[in-house]
């Protein structure tokens, strides 16, 4: 029970608990709506039979009715409501949890701001339906399970009768829904031309006005979105219909039973008061029915949703071992990788990046430069031959290890809408204020920090709008002062910054990579001239290895792209 | 409220409305109907112990029921009819708001987000419309249907079905909660959202320097923030949600006084109590439609406000374009021209003229506003102040068509439709000859890019397989505004975002389109514009300095700090130390 419920309803383990005790109070405000029908049944036998009973008795039957009801519904709100929240906070953090173990693999396969927004709605929805749907759900099937047993004891017939006609209509929506289903699938594929045409005229909106097409591309547009129109309005009634005709078919319940409890009247072989009975109890059920369409189509929907989650959930994190690691150089040999099964973006890589020196990447653009770097973290996983640093397989190793020791600077800064102290303290975590500012006067940053209205106090926007690219860059750069790693990433900085900025940024950087094993891409081959080491990256694989003096000799693709690039730079219009 | 934006927005299918509505009236008065034999089954089983008349009143009962699931299925197809023509229709009007938007729009908005929110809300909208319609036409009336019936079966039952109607919309609205809350509530969410995004965005910098949630205190205050909100204002609903439940539930035990005081025939009021038991039914299905409609028509208005926000945003700068269909030659010249993005004017009172056929450079620091200034040559931004004249004429004069055939904007990064690269480049020219296309694809230095694919130039934008670098989409749209033949060219950073390999390429390429062309363009290369015929300085907005490349080098010029910065960076090592 406890695993169907946390798999169906993708819960934690508290909120497996919240929900079976909501389910057990849903349960008695059922029962004690019940209640309300066997006191008026007592009241009708007694009147058929010519039982008389004073007036108070009736009172004070109802009155206690009314109180146990009243508990019993308020009990079951505020349990329910405790535990939503309660369970939605801890889903959601237990996912930003979660993620932060994911390796990055998992988010390559999805859009990242859409993740974002899919996962916390997502959890809205099932708290959503954990208020309003499971614990009612569930409290129901009992109620209507307890229910049946009562009513096929007394009168087997009527109680096929009432019961019958639900079941058919449970079974219904079951199976309504896995034709929906499929629907859904179908019609997805083929209007999916129809979304893409109307995505392009939005998203190359500009360039349909320089070509001078806006008609043309508004009335092809226009014309599919009609003929999408009629698609979806096919496809939505043959989806709905099944589901809405059973939902009704449970409505046809109560005229079922009068049919049934006329004809065993007639035959004689029941007492009017059981027809009575029946009645009451059948229409207690079916107002639940009506009251739990809404709860069932809620269900279904979050359905979709909870597989999101398990995937989540299931999706494997990378092992490791807790070491310390004591040196630093770093050995790839022969290593292979691809962000998935079609393309190998690394195809048997092999070089060694020697601590206390600084090695460039350099190759033509997609030849899997980054890619390199990323496997070097363990950002992602190499899948054929081996990284080592230290001597360990750094598959060896947990990531908590290696983060240890490494910093990365990315080509696309990410800030926090935070102050700019904060953003820079990420770094290290338990760094005082101190350290954070002589970080900051490290990556050349003080001068524009100051200058902000509250200085290192200043809250810089979603993802440091408030700052420019160069000043994003400097304060990413101070991160890494911060943390001050003995392995530097430093992945292509520096392209397209006003040239203030990217002076600033250079005189770090050059006091930033002193006495690590750095590792650097670059797109600018003049500027890695000088270093100890350069890898030339082609396709996936390393060309050459060398300094630049070396590889002028033995390279053929490294000339080339020093003669294109100094074509580039000698050009002029 | 939300009809009359159906009558706005779906004109022509809006009587579709007035159909679903009498269908759902129709169901409900079958449901009624199918109370009334109800009522008359009660009273033929317990009053007159008719059995054998029973059963046919069962038999009607039943057809009833199955009338009103099938009348009430047809207003829902209905609905669904407007709702989907309500979703296309608004998505049409997206694009024609679109189509009518100034760049402004386009620099201050992603247009895939833009995107996103119309198809969104769009869609949230058919949501609600769909089940608004029969849902609250159901809620309506059945209880006012139901009224009449109870008073046609005994006066008292009317009035107990009336007073519980009435009780149960005050602790309906009495449940709403107070609006202050709602408010409140939804910023609780909207942070989270906010914050949500920015933690997912920010995993591999929070993996590599081992931050978690609990360190981003932002996030990880608006997740509980967001639970505390919505538990205070559940609580603030609880007292009525538990008496409305209750009292639904109970009301017709206070039938059983009325008559116990009335003491009338014992099997007559049973017949009726009975009766009232079931029908007491309707009352709580009419609520709980209420409360669903009541969340439609909020989602659905929302939605639509959503949406028309973005319209009126679109809007906010719309072009104005005339007749003129001809250019009287190329000379641009800017009037007092002021502009800004928001509030704060980039470009203030600016006055000069480029001359037909020369090639000018714009340079700057960052924010200067010569990105600005450029754009807003184009014709496709509305000013705030002054004209800017070209050929002679305001831009504002000019069809959009021939404005658009006239200007060739070269953007950082260039688009591609997922059509074949030979469409890509006609688009150009719709009328070009296939020669044309061809020379254009060659001149834009495109040969190698034809080479790499068997399909060659039929080679689909996006199909599997087709991976194409910046530099390579850069220069097929180069192409494609080298076909156009434009007397203007605007090029705005056109080669930074290119692979460095390959910007040798996309230079000549450049080279080729501005040739017997009047040329303004922005190079983040300052080596490369030594040779164009006039540089124009750009500091906050106004234009400082203008002369040669050798002129302004001649003088202490902010030009001269300029290229020797670009030359400092550019000289720049990575020490070996």
Request: aromatic fraction near 10%; charged fraction near 25%; glycine fraction near 6%.
């Amino acid at each position: 029970m406890n695993n169907f419920i946390k798999d169906k309803f993708g819960l934690t383990d508290s909120g497996v608990k919240a929900v079976k005790i909501a389910s057990v109070a849903s349960f008695f405000v059922n029962v004690s709506y019940m209640l309300f029908m066997m006191a008026a049944m007592y009241f009708g036998d007694n009147v058929l039979k010519g039982v008389e009973k004073p007036l108070w008795f009736y009172a004070a039957l109802t009155a206690a009715t009314f109180i146990f009801s009243y508990v019993v519904v308020d009990i079951d709100y505020v349990k329910t409501f405790n535990a939503t929240y309660k369970e939605a906070e801890e889903l959601r953090l237990e996912i930003a949890d979660r993620l932060k173990e994911l390796p990055l693999s998992y988010f390559s396969r999805h859009d990242l701001s859409d993740l974002a927004q899919t996962i916390m709605q997502d959890v809205s929805d099932i708290e959503h339906a954990m208020s309003h749907a499971m614990p009612r759900c569930i409290g129901y099937i009992f109620f209507f399970l307890a229910m049946s047993v009562l009513m096929l004891i007394s009168s087997p017939l009527l109680a096929l009768a009432t019961i019958m006609p639900l079941l058919i209509g449970f079974l219904m929506v079951y199976v309504s829904k896995g034709l929906q289903r499929k629907w859904t699938t179908k019609y997805f594929k083929r209007t999916r031309a129809t979304t893409e045409v109307f995505q392009e005229t939005f998203e190359l909106q500009r360039e349909i006005k320089n070509c001078g097409i806006e008609e043309e591309n508004y009335k092809a547009a226009s014309e599919a979105l009609d003929s999408s129109e009629r698609l979806r309005l096919k496809s939505e009634i043959t989806q709905g219909g099944p589901l809405l005709i059973s939902i009704s078919f449970m409505k046809v319940t109560i005229g079922v039973v009068t049919l049934v409890s006329a004809a065993l009247l007639k035959a004689n072989v029941i007492e009017l008061i059981y027809v009575v009975g029946f009645l009451l109890a059948s229409i207690k059920l079916i107002d639940a029915v009506g009251a739990l369409e809404e709860t069932f189509a809620e269900l279904f929907y979050i359905d979709a949703r909870v597989k999101r989650l398990n995937e989540l959930r299931a999706f494997e994190t990378q092992a490791g071992e807790q070491v310390e690691l004591k040196s630093f150089d770093i050995e790839l040999s022969d290593v292979g990788f691809g962000y998935n099964d079609e393309l190998r973006v690394i195809n048997g890589a092999s070089f060694t990046a020697k601590q206390n020196e600084v090695t460039a990447i350099v190759g033509p653009s997609g030849c899997g430069k980054s890619t390199v770097l990323r496997l070097i973290s363990r950002l992602f996983d190499y899948e054929d031959g081996k990284i080592k640093i230290d001597n360990r397989d750094i598959k060896e190793i947990a990531t908590e290890s290696l983060f240890d020791k490494v910093s990365f600077v990315f080509q696309d800064v990410i800030l926090f809408n935070a102050s700019v102290l904060d953003n820079i303290r990420m770094g290290r975590n338990d760094a005082d204020d101190e350290e954070v500012k002589e970080a900051a006067r490290m990556a050349n940053c003080e001068d524009f920090i100051l200058n902000l209205p509250e200085g290192y106090d200043t809250l810089i926007g979603e993802n440091g709008s408030k700052l420019s690219g160069g000043e994003r860059q400097r304060i990413s750069i101070a991160r890494a002062f911060l943390k001050n790693a003995p392995i530097l990433l430093l992945d292509e900085i520096s392209s397209s910054l006003d040239v203030e900025n990217e002076i600033k940024i250079q005189q770090a950087l050059n006091q930033l990579t002193v006495g690590k094993t750095v590792i650097i891409v670059s797109h600018r081959l003049k500027s890695i001239e000088k270093v100890h080491k350069i890898v030339v990256m082609n396709e996936g694989s390393v060309d050459a290895v060398g300094t630049h003096e070396e590889l002028l000799e033995k390279s053929k693709l490294y000339k080339n792209l020093i003669e294109k690039s100094k074509m580039t730079e000698s050009f002029t219009y | 409220m939300i009809y009359k934006k159906i009558k706005e927005y779906v004109p022509e299918k809006y009587y579709y409305t007035y159909v679903a509505i009498f269908m759902a009236f129709v169901a409900a008065v079958l449901l009624i109907g199918s109370y009334y034999y109800m009522y008359e089954f009660l009273k033929s089983i317990i009053i007159d112990e008719n059995v054998e008349g029973a059963i046919p009143i069962a038999v009607r009962i039943l057809t009833f029921l199955i009338c009103n699931t099938l009348v009430y299925f047809f207003s829902v197809w209905v609905t669904h009819a407007i709702a989907f023509r309500l979703e296309t229709n608004l998505k049409k009007k997206g694009l024609e708001h679109l189509m009518r938007a100034s760049f402004s729009f386009f620099d201050k908005h992603e247009s895939g987000k833009v995107r996103k929110i119309i198809d969104d809300n769009t869609v949230l909208t058919h949501m609600s419309v769909a089940h608004l319609i029969p849902d609250l036409s159901t809620a309506a009336f059945a209880p006012v249907l139901g009224m009449g019936l109870a008073f046609y079966i005994d006066y008292k039952l009317g009035i107990i079905f009336t007073t519980t109607f009435l009780l149960g919309f005050l602790f309906l609205v009495k449940m709403m909660g107070n609006q202050g809350f709602m408010e409140k509530y939804m910023e609780a969410l909207d942070n989270m959202n906010a914050g949500a995004v920015e933690y997912v965005r920010g995993i591999q910098v929070m993996k590599i320097f081992k931050t978690d949630a609990k360190n981003l205190k932002e996030f990880y205050r608006s997740v509980v923030d967001y639970s505390i909100m919505a538990l205070k204002y559940s609580m603030s609903c609880r007292r009525w949600y538990v008496l409305f439940q209750v009292i639904f539930n109970s009301t017709f035990l206070i039938v059983l006084f009325m008559y116990y005081m009335g003491n009338p025939e014992p099997r007559v009021f049973l017949t009726k109590f009975m009766f009232y038991v079931l029908f007491n039914g309707i009352l709580m299905v009419s609520f709980m439609k209420i409360m669903y409609v009541g969340m439609y028509v909020m989602q659905a208005s929302t939605a639509i406000e959503k949406i028309e926000q973005k319209f009126a945003e679109m809007d906010e700068r719309k072009l104005e374009s005339g007749s003129l269909t001809g250019f009287n030659g190329n000379t641009i010249e800017f009037k007092n021209v002021s502009f800004g993005y928001e509030n704060d004017m980039v470009i203030e009172d600016l006055s000069f003229t480029l001359e037909e056929g020369k090639t000018y450079a714009l340079v700057g620091a960052s924010g200067s506003g010569k990105s600005t200034l450029a754009k807003l040559i184009s014709g496709f931004y509305s000013l705030d102040k002054g004209e800017i004249h070209i050929g002679g004429n305001d831009v504002t004069k000019y069809s959009e068509k021939i404005l658009s055939r006239n200007i060739a904007n070269v953007f950082q990064n260039a688009k591609l439709f997922k059509r074949s690269i030979y469409e890509n480049v006609r688009l150009g020219k719709p009328d070009a000859t296939r020669e044309e296309v061809m020379e254009a694809l060659h001149m834009a230095q495109c040969d190698e890019i034809l080479n790499k694919f068997e399909a060659r130039e039929n080679t689909i934008i996006g199909s599997k397989g087709v991976h194409l670098s910046g530099g390579e989409v850069q220069r097929i749209a180069i192409a494609r505004s080298i076909l156009k033949d434009a007397g203007i060219v605007i090029l705005d950073e056109a080669s930074a975002a290119a692979d460095p390999e390959n910007e040798y390429e996309l230079q000549k390429a450049l080279s080729n389109l501005m040739k017997n062309r009047t040329v303004i363009m922005i190079a983040h290369r300052l080596s490369s514009i030594k040779n164009v015929d006039e540089i124009l300085v750009i500091e906050k907005g106004k234009i400082t300095e203008r002369g040669s490349h050798a002129e302004l080098m001649g003088r202490d010029s902010h030009y001269k700090v300029l290229q020797n910065q670009f030359m400092t960076a550019n000289e720049w090592r990575v020490s070996n130390e």
